[in-house]
């Protein structure tokens, strides 16, 4: 079978589909937004659970490149308490391999590999149905029309509104992200408290978690309950512009920026200066507010459309939504590999939907209730909820 099949975005999830796809030699096109692969920087650092991130790869025939990337000893957790005690320390077993981590740098040009990408390419609208199939409208004015068009394309898809009027909301939690480079050698103090992969503090309605990355460098998240306007409006009062990133094409604004650090460190006054230490000595500093779908979110089936990972179940990030942006990607491209003609395409399409939805809205419940529980008025919930995890 020979279908015209387009995936929109080149993310976790539209590489994967793509590259699944093409070890069982079917074309695909590849639509980014970005005008590059290295056009912005891909962010932290993710762990590919076995049954899930592991899986996709092993169907991308890529699960030994992962292993040799990945670093198994970025398992280490610990929970410190605000003033950088020692309350919960899970070592990295070396023969635990369930969640290795990888930058997603590395895992993006893994799943590249030989993919041609069509980037600069941003999606406006997706028309399904026209005579020629569905029709897809780019920002550059161009046009052209597939037989299965999938959404990847993250929070903000623009290809959501052809199957779901839908739109994520906000969780009422704002994550701030900074990172520090070097750590080993320019911070040994920060590199000790953290350890070999990441540490967490909870206070109330707030908390900082720091993660190392390959290399020495570390990401740093404080996240705390807040209005959505909170960033230009504090306490009710008019704020500066601080870079925060609402899925808009906002450049880095650096006074903003600066801002942002002070704003943030007041949030968590009286937190010790270990704690403090990583936000004080953190480079660029960017606000997200965490959106959501609502969970269980489905659509009535539209024939040559269909959705992958955020851009169907945008979820908390509590570490799955690239893990099952991922491995939906891979089932879905061995589905469309299978298919014997445009009925039986529709048919697996909408198998799939249905598979991803019951997977996808219980682990949108499960990410929903631990936010609540690790940015909550009582900080004993976040550390329950470890706990929890790691006895199971
Ligand atoms: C701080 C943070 C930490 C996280 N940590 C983890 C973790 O440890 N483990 C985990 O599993 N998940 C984690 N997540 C969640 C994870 O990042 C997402 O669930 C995952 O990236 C979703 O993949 P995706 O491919 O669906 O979407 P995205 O990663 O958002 O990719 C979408 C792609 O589409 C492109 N695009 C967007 N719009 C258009 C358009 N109109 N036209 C063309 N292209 C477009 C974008 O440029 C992008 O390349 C975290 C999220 C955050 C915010």
Redesign the pocket.
Same mark, same amino acid.
């Given at each position: 079978m020979r279908q015209r099949i387009a995936v929109?975005? /080149?993310? *976790? /999830? @539209?590489?994967t589909f793509a590259r699944v796809l093409h070890r069982h030699d079917h074309a695909v096109t590849v639509?980014? &937004?970005?005008a590059a692969s290295d056009a912005r920087p891909q @962010?932290?650092?993710?762990?590919?659970h076995k049954g899930l %991130?592991q899986l996709a790869m092993s169907k991308a025939g890529l699960l030994a490149e992962f292993q040799a990337l990945s670093r198994p000893e970025g398992q280490a957790m610990r929970i410190l308490d605000t003033d950088g005690t020692v309350l919960r320390d899970w070592p990295h077993d070396p023969d635990e391999d369930a969640n290795p981590e990888i930058d997603r740098g590395q895992l993006r040009d893994l799943l590249l590999g030989p993919l041609d990408v069509q980037w600069g &390419? @941003?999606?406006?609208e997706v028309v399904p149905g026209t005579p020629d199939g569905v029709l897809v409208r780019f920002?550059d004015g161009r046009q052209e029309t597939f037989d299965l068009v999938v959404g $990847?394309? %993250?929070?903000?898809?623009?290809v959501r509104p052809a199957v779901s009027s839908v739109t994520p909301h906000y969780t009422g939690v704002t $994550?701030v992200?900074t990172s520090i480079d070097d750590v080993d050698t320019r911070h040994p103090g920060l590199a000790r408290l953290i350890g070999d992969g990441s540490a967490a503090v909870y206070g109330v309605n707030r908390g900082v978690v720091a993660q190392r990355n390959s290399g020495g460098h570390v990401k740093v998240?404080a996240q705390f309950r807040v209005p959505l306007d909170w960033h230009t409006n504090p306490d009710g009062q008019a704020g500066v512009d601080a870079d925060i990133d609402t899925g808009s094409d906002a450049g880095p604004d650096p006074a903003g920026a600066e801002a942002l650090r002070a704003r943030v460190l007041a949030l968590f006054d009286g937190w010790s200066a270990p704690v403090l230490d990583l936000l004080r000595h953190g480079t660029a500093f960017v606000g &997200?507010p965490?959106y959501v779908l609502p969970v269980g979110h489905t659509w009535a089936h539209v024939r040559g459309v269909t959705l992958?990972?955020? $851009?169907a179940h +945008?979820?908390p *990030?509590l %570490?799955? @939504?690239?893990? +099952?942006?991922m491995l939906e990607g891979a089932e879905l491209a061995e589905a469309v590999a299978a298919a014997s003609g445009p009925d039986d395409l529709d048919k697996v399409v909408r198998a799939f939907e249905e598979q991803m939805w019951e997977r996808a809205g219980r682990w949108a419940k499960f990410t929903t209730a631990g936010l609540e529980r690790l940015v909550s008025p009582d900080p004993a919930e976040a550390i329950a909820l470890f706990d929890e995890v790691h006895a199971s």
């Open positions: 929109i975005g /080149a993310g *976790p /999830a @539209g590489l639509f980014e &937004r970005d @962010g932290g650092t993710l762990d590919l %991130g &390419r @941003g999606v406006t920002a $990847a394309d %993250g929070a903000w898809s623009q $994550a992200e998240y &997200r965490l992958l990972g955020d $851009a +945008l979820m *990030p %570490g799955l @939504g690239a893990n +099952l942006a």
